[in-house]
């Protein structure tokens, strides 16, 4: 049978240095995990903030999903660690549970986020795509442990596994489905995904992580129906697959019920926004109302003055021509006049008002 179609197995699965062996396995997952900090650091940059802020949470998560990830392995495959027990310790010959990776690092994470007074839907938000991108370089370490691959195919991107690490059932079967490669392409698209929907700014801040578990455990659920390193079967479903449909359904209903009660208070909050609005413009009319009044006193003032002044005037001219009487009388009566103006201007003034 030509192999040349075919997937090759990896040529070793370290790499020498001196007196140091550096599993491929191990370098895998530090390459994911350095590029998932940074695209974290530079989305968090572009919202205005500090990307030094989120390496504790980052350290600490990662961290705490090792352990988490490592303790979910053993506690499914307790059999093969007996009398060996060390070995739970040793991450980089493989087995990490990622559910179990994932819960925990996410949690501590948080948790680190919020002990820092840091806004955590905003840092999640950023943090969350580049967990599938880590993911996508971290299954390439199943390549070069030759672990995690799928049901026998002849396919040509098929993977061809050495006979010492086929199962019993499949010992006559020479290539399989490549479900690392599977999974890592899936996750380069979530990845994706998860930086659009991001960027449409169409889901709360937080719900990115919600979107996550979805787009992730659902390829994972198909993934599982090709993979052949899980004995445990229920209903003829891996252990895994049924965790994924949990999610799956766990996720979405967490997300509509949280997007409607957040279009709720959004409406709420638009009708409360309205109402401050068209009181504060009621009181800014009032405001000026008075104001205008207060203008207009000092202009009815100076309208009397001029009356006064006009009355005087005519007095005058009312002496000089020498009739005493009729000029008086006269002033009398341009006095009286005038003073009957100014309440009148004053009524008009307050109806101003």
Known sequence: MNLLAYIP?????????????????????????LLAVSLARRRWAQQGRDPAELERAAFWGVVAGFVGGRLAYVSTHTADFEGRWL???????????LYGGLTLGILVGVL?????????????DAAIPGIPLAQAFGRWGNYFNQELFGTPTKLPWALEVEPRYRPDRYIGSETFHPTFLYESLYNLLVCGLLIWIGRTRRLRTGSLVLCYAILYATGRFFLELLRTDTTYRLAGLSRNAWVSLAVVLAGAA???????RGRDAEEKDEEATAAAAVA??????????????????????GGEAAGAGEAAGAAGEAATA?????????????GESAAEGTPRRRRLSLRRR
């Open 112 to 124: 680190v986020a919020w002990r820092q007074h840091l806004p955590v839907g905003k840092a999640l």
């Open 87 to 97: 070995h739970v310790v040793a991450v980089w010959e493989g087995g990490l549970a």
């Open 254 to 260: 967490a997300l509509v019920w949280r997007e409607r």
């Open 9 to 33: 197995p990896p040529p070793t699965n370290g790499i020498q240095v001196g007196p140091l062996f550096f599993h491929l396995y191990g370098l895998c997952i530090a390459v994911g995990i």
């Open 280 to 301: 504060a413009l009621t009181a800014a009319d009032a405001t000026a109302g008075q104001e205008q009044g207060q203008a207009d006193e000092p202009a009815t003032a």
């Open 322 to 334: 020498g009739d005493e009487p009729s000029g008086q009388d006269g002033a009398r009566a341009d």
